[in-house]
């Protein structure tokens, strides 16, 4: 998985590769401080059941089987926008908000491990 950090001002920046987007936009707006990844962390350390989920303020991370999916959280108005009254298909502009992004697990971890020595900077 190809990915990058920045700051952006005082903002803290993931950006993955356009098949992950969501992953860095989940971090981007999850993680911003260490207590945060540090609770991930042991989420994912200690998860051991064959499907498992960790609820964000706007994100879900699911776990299940080796691999990791990010979904934004459908209670989200945002989330009916884009479909047609027939419930049609999404809008194509609604952007990276309104997909599924998924990577294995030890992709995950090592990402989430290398975003918190950037942020601890």
Do not use: R
Request: glycine share 8%; aromatic share 10%.
């Amino acid at each position: 998985m190809e990915y990058q950090f920045y700051k952006d001002g005082l903002l803290n920046v993931a950006e993955c590769s356009f098949e992950q987007e969501l992953i860095g936009v989940f971090i981007t707006e999850e993680l911003q401080n260490i207590e945060q990844v540090q609770q991930l962390q042991n989420f994912l350390q200690q998860s051991s059941a064959a499907s498992t989920s960790w609820q964000a303020q706007h994100y879900s991370l699911i776990m299940n089987e080796g691999e990791i999916e990010v979904h934004h959280n459908s209670e989200s108005e945002s989330w009916h926008e884009g479909y047609d009254e027939e419930g049609g298909i999404p809008d194509e502009s609604l952007g990276a908000q309104q997909q599924i992004a998924g990577c294995g697990l030890e992709d995950f971890v090592e990402l989430i491990e290398q975003w918190s020595d950037f942020i601890s900077i």
